[in-house]
T-cell receptor, first 114, second 113 residues
Framework: NAGVTQTPKFQVLKTGQSMTLQCAQD?????MYWYRQDPGMGLRLIYY???????DKGEVPNGYNVSRLNKREFSLRLESAAPSQTSVYFC?????????????FGDGTRLSIL | QQQVKQSPQSLIVQKGGIPIINCAYE??????FPWYQQFPGKGPALLIA?????SEKKEGRFTISFNKSAKQFSLHIMDSQPGDSATYFC????????????FGEGTQLTVNP
């Protein structure tokens, strides 16, 4: 009964380094999302994938890229990390791309960029 | 620009009290308004949601009140318990944008024993 699994849970990077955050869901959901959470700013959508094979930009896409590898997996890549990307990153999924479908979240990746 | 504004930023109540968290939105196309609850070290989880065709929805001790004309909605927690201590987020979405959610800033609730 894993739901949405994110790896790693914690990561420290130096400015300019690259890394990929992994996300996998086992609920056979079509839609997947990447958010960042910063104090006092709520959750902001970075990218989302309405279905396998499609991705779209969210509110704050600059500095990130995504890959919907298959129906289960949706990865987020930082090509050249910047201190402004220090945040907690959450992956979520929902069964279909309709507004009333609840989103199920993973427990987050805490990323610090020095 | 923050399309969903949430207040207060933090809230402390005694056990049994009724904390109220408020949200205001700008986009009249929003047609679904969920509340998410987040415990420390965990991801948010859906708590309760409402559509604008009703003015109130109750699930257990949690109630959403919705005022379409004022473009405001609020979460009330009846008989609050220390276990309700968490961060609460309101959100909004519109059918034309699929399941994309716009979140409020969050409210950190502490319920003292």
């Amino acid at each position: 009964n894993a739901g949405v699994t994110q790896t790693p849970k914690f990561q420290v990077l130096k400015t300019g380094q690259s890394m990929t955050l992994q996300c996998a869901q086992d609920m056979n959901h079509n839609s997947m999302y990447w958010y960042r959470q910063d104090p006092g700013m709520g959750l902001r959508l970075i990218y989302y994938s309405a279905s396998e094979g499609t991705t779209d930009k969210g509110e704050v896409p600059n500095g990130y890229n995504v890959s919907r590898l298959n129906k289960r997996e949706f990865s987020l890549r930082l090509e050249s990390a910047a201190p402004s990307q220090t945040s907690v990153y959450f992956c979520a999924s929902s069964s279909r791309g309709f507004s009333n479908q609840p989103q199920h979240f993973g427990d987050g990746t805490r990323l610090s960029i020095l | 620009q923050q399309q969903v504004k949430q207040s207060p930023q933090s809230l402390i109540v005694q056990k049994g009290g009724i904390p109220i968290i408020n949200c205001a939105y700008e986009n009249t196309a929003f047609d679904y308004f969920p509340w998410y609850q987040q415990f420390p070290g965990k991801g948010p989880a859906l708590l309760i949601a409402i559509r604008p065709d009703v003015s109130e929805k109750k699930e257990g001790r949690f109630t959403i009140s919705f005022n379409k004309s004022a473009k405001q909605f609020s979460l009330h927690i009846m008989d609050s318990q220390p276990g309700d201590s968490a961060t609460y987020f309101c959100a909004a979405s519109k059918e034309t944008s699929g399941s994309r959610l716009t979140f409020g800033e969050g409210t950190q609730l502490t319920v003292n024993p």
